[in-house]
């Protein structure tokens, strides 16, 4: 009989940017009692400057994965862990845009579970992908109240010819709580390159009196595309379409919807990816047009 040896590493990891900055030190086990079960604990200290707020925040986290990877693929992926988060943030009142600072302390246990039936991670050209995510959540400070934060995602693509057709779906909803009560950055929001192309990051949903992004407890987005392949490039013209609202049931009624084209650069390790996209229905200050690059498709 064989053993496995688990393998261990610590990381620190910085983040020096405009509107982030972030220091933090990880421990990892690999290999942790069954072959790729990954046990880790996390010291996060994250600065974020965003339209919707502005938050500084510590984070203590320990959980427990299978992962997946472009060498070997799994076809299921599961994690669940432990997260306790002190943050101070930085948002308005929405009726007001009266600044406002208030402080959180958040004890999180996030769990998930993943079907991957796709060809490829970042290029695929058949198959599903499933996700669901479920967050019970309890805000400690001041007078206590607990909520329950969930996402499913999907996603199927066919191939005919030298054309991939995909689709993918998103829902969530944060049930228990009104969104003021939540902390800005445990809501959700909707907009951007991973989310609904042709509108500006957190751009769509519920805004306060200045126009910035106030978050939502529901979300429901959707995205078609059609992946068309010349040898080493493709273009991939695209429809995006995205809600996110203040109640808590996903609705795809009074939906911001975003189209555009991008070009693709087939490599050994994945495409390259260049969206261009505007948004179809925007509302007065909205993006005109969106640009997004980066490594892998959109979805």
Same mark, same amino acid.
């Given at each position: 009989?064989?053993?496995?040896?688990?393998?261990?590493?610590?990381?620190?990891?910085?983040?020096?940017?405009?509107?982030?900055?972030?220091?933090?030190?990880? *421990?990892?086990?690999?290999?942790?009692? =069954?072959?790729?079960?990954?046990?880790?604990?996390?010291?996060?200290?994250?600065?974020l400057?965003?339209?919707?707020?502005?938050?500084?925040?510590?984070?203590?986290?320990?959980?427990?994965?299978?992962?997946?990877?472009?060498?070997w693929?799994?076809?299921?992926?599961?994690?669940?862990?432990?997260?306790?988060?002190?943050?101070?943030?930085?948002?308005?009142?929405?009726?007001?845009?009266?600044?406002?600072?208030?402080?959180?302390?958040?004890?999180?246990?996030?769990?998930?579970l993943?079907?991957?039936?796709?060809?490829?991670?970042?290029?695929?050209?058949?198959?599903?992908?499933? =996700?669901?995510? *479920?967050?019970?959540?309890?805000?400690?400070?001041?007078?206590?109240?607990?909520?329950?934060?969930?996402q *499913?995602?999907?996603?199927?693509?066919?191939?005919?010819?030298?054309?991939?057709?995909?689709?993918?779906?998103?829902?969530?909803?944060?049930?228990?709580?009104?969104?003021?009560?939540?902390?800005?950055?445990?809501?959700f929001?909707?907009?951007?390159?991973?989310?609904?192309?042709? &509108?500006?990051?957190?751009?769509?949903?519920? *805004?306060?009196?200045?126009?910035?992004?106030?978050?939502?407890r529901?979300?429901?987005?959707?995205?078609?595309?059609a992946?068309?392949?010349?040898?080493?490039?493709?273009?991939?013209?695209?429809?995006?379409?995205?809600?996110?609202?203040t109640?808590?049931?996903?609705?795809?009624?009074?939906?911001? &919807?975003?189209?555009?084209?991008?070009?693709?650069?087939?490599?050994?390790?994945?495409?390259?990816?260049?969206?261009?996209?505007?948004?179809?229905?925007?509302?007065?200050?909205?993006?005109?047009?969106?640009?997004y690059?980066?490594?892998?498709? =959109?979805?």
């Amino acid at each position: 009989a064989s053993s496995l040896r688990p393998e261990g590493a610590v990381t620190f990891r910085g983040v020096l940017g405009t509107q982030e900055q972030a220091l933090g030190a990880s *421990i990892r086990r690999n290999n942790y009692k =069954a072959r790729d079960r990954v046990l880790t604990g996390q010291l996060l200290l994250s600065h974020l400057d965003e339209d919707a707020y502005e938050a500084r925040s510590v984070t203590l986290a320990a959980g427990l994965e299978r992962q997946t990877n472009i060498i070997w693929q799994k076809k299921w992926t599961w994690s669940y862990g432990l997260e306790l988060t002190a943050s101070k943030e930085d948002d308005t009142v929405k009726a007001t845009g009266e600044p406002r600072r208030r402080k959180y302390l958040t004890g999180a246990v996030p769990s998930s579970l993943a079907y991957d039936g796709s060809d490829d991670l970042l290029n695929p050209t058949k198959g599903v992908r499933l =996700a669901g995510r *479920i967050s019970p959540e309890l805000s400690l400070q001041g007078s206590a109240f607990g909520y329950v934060k969930a996402q *499913i995602d999907g996603s199927t693509y066919l191939p005919l010819g030298r054309t991939v057709f995909a689709g993918r779906v998103r829902l969530g909803s944060i049930i228990g709580a009104s969104a003021d009560r939540i902390a800005p950055t445990r809501r959700f929001y909707s907009g951007g390159g991973g989310s609904v192309r042709g &509108y500006g990051y957190q751009e769509i949903g519920p *805004i306060d009196v200045n126009g910035d992004p106030a978050g939502g407890r529901s979300l429901a987005e959707f995205a078609i595309e059609a992946r068309i392949r010349f040898g080493n490039f493709g273009v991939v013209p695209f429809f995006d379409g995205g809600n996110l609202n203040t109640g808590n049931r996903p609705t795809f009624k009074n939906m911001r &919807y975003g189209a555009g084209l991008g070009v693709r650069y087939y490599t050994s390790f994945g495409p390259i990816r260049v969206d261009v996209g505007t948004p179809v229905n925007p509302r007065p200050g909205d993006s005109k047009v969106a640009v997004y690059v980066s490594l892998g498709q =959109a979805f």
